[in-house]
C-alpha cells in the first residue's frame, strides 16, 4: 500500500499570497494519477486537479498541479478569500486502495 | 444537474447491520464507476470501496474487506453500501462518489452530500 503524506499540516497564509502544498508518496508512481481535493467545512469534497496536471470542470487557472516520481505539488497562485480549507491529495495506483493524504489545511493568517 | 443522493444513514449498535444507498440523476450512470468514501468526526478523507460499471468487479479498503459490500443496479441508477459487523470505528460521514469514467481507477467528480453513520 502506497503511503501519502501531505505537509505542512496546516499553512497560515494572508489573501492574494501563493500557496504551495506538498504531497509525497511512500513509492514512486510511475503514472500521473495523482489527485487533489478541497473541502470546506460541513462540505462534500471537490474535484480540483486529477491526474496530477489538469483541472476539473469550473476550477479556476489559479489552480494548478505538478509533480512526479514521490513528489507533487499543488499551487494556488493568488489565495482568494473562498480558497481557505483543507486540502487532500489521492493517488490512484494499480491496484486499491486508493489512499489519500491526511490533509492540509489553508487558513487565514 | 449531477446529483448523488445518499440515505439510510443512522444510529446502529455495534455488531449491527445497515445498508446506505446512494440515488444518481443527471448522468448516465451505468456509464460510470461508483465509489464510497467516509470521513470519521474530525478525521481526514478515507476510500471505503469501489465498483466497476457492470458491478462484476469491486475494489475494499482493508478496513472494510470482508465485512462491507458495495453493489449497483444500473436501472434504478443507484448504488449501494451494505454494512455488516459495523464497529464502533466505522462512525464516519459516508460520501457517495461518481468516476470520472468507467474505471473505478479514476477521481471522484461528483460527490453526495454525505449520510451519518453513528456506531
Known amino acids: 500500500e502506497i503511503v501519502l503524506t501531505q505537509s505542512p499540516g496546516t499553512l497560515s497564509l494572508s489573501p492574494g499570497e501563493r500557496a504551495t502544498l506538498s504531497c509525497r508518496t511512500s513509492?514512486?508512481?510511475?503514472?500521473?494519477?495523482l489527485v487533489w481535493y478541497q473541502q470546506k467545512p460541513g462540505q462534500a469534497p471537490r474535484l480540483l486537479i486529477y491526474?496530477?496536471?489538469s483541472r476539473a470542470t469550473g476550477i479556476p487557472d489559479r489552480f494548478s498541479g505538478s509533480g512526479s516520481g514521490t513528489d507533487f505539488t499543488l499551487t494556488i497562485s493568488r489565495l482568494e478569500p473562498e480558497d481557505f480549507a483543507v486540502y487532500y491529495c489521492?493517488?490512484?495506483?494499480?491496484?486499491?486502495?486508493?489512499?489519500f493524504g491526511q490533509g492540509t489545511k489553508v487558513e487565514i493568517k | 444537474e449531477v446529483q448523488l443522493l445518499e440515505s439510510g444513514g443512522g444510529l446502529i449498535q455495534p455488531g449491527g447491520s445497515l445498508r446506505l444507498s446512494c440515488a444518481a440523476s443527471?448522468?448516465?450512470?451505468?456509464?460510470?464507476?461508483m465509489t464510497w468514501a467516509r470521513q470519521a468526526p474530525g478525521k481526514g478523507l478515507e476510500w471505503v470501496s469501489a465498483?466497476?460499471?457492470?458491478?462484476?468487479?469491486?475494489y475494499y479498503a482493508d478496513s472494510v474487506k470482508g465485512r462491507f459490500t458495495i453493489s449497483r443496479d444500473n436501472s434504478k441508477n443507484t448504488v449501494y453500501l451494505q454494512m455488516s459487523s459495523l464497529r464502533v470505528e466505522d462512525t464516519a460521514v459516508y460520501y457517495c462518489?461518481?468516476?470520472?469514467?468507467?474505471?473505478?481507477?479514476?477521481?471522484?467528480?461528483?460527490w453526495g452530500q454525505g449520510t451519518t453513520v453513528t456506531v
Open positions: 462518489a461518481k468516476d470520472r469514467s468507467s474505471s473505478p481507477r479514476s477521481a471522484m467528480d461528483v
Open positions: 443527471g448522468f448516465t450512470f451505468s456509464s460510470y464507476a
Open positions: 513509492q514512486t508512481v510511475s503514472n500521473n494519477y
Open positions: 489521492q493517488l490512484f495506483g494499480s491496484s486499491p486502495p486508493w489512499t
Open positions: 465498483i466497476s460499471v457492470s458491478g462484476s468487479n469491486t
Open positions: 491526474d496530477t496536471f
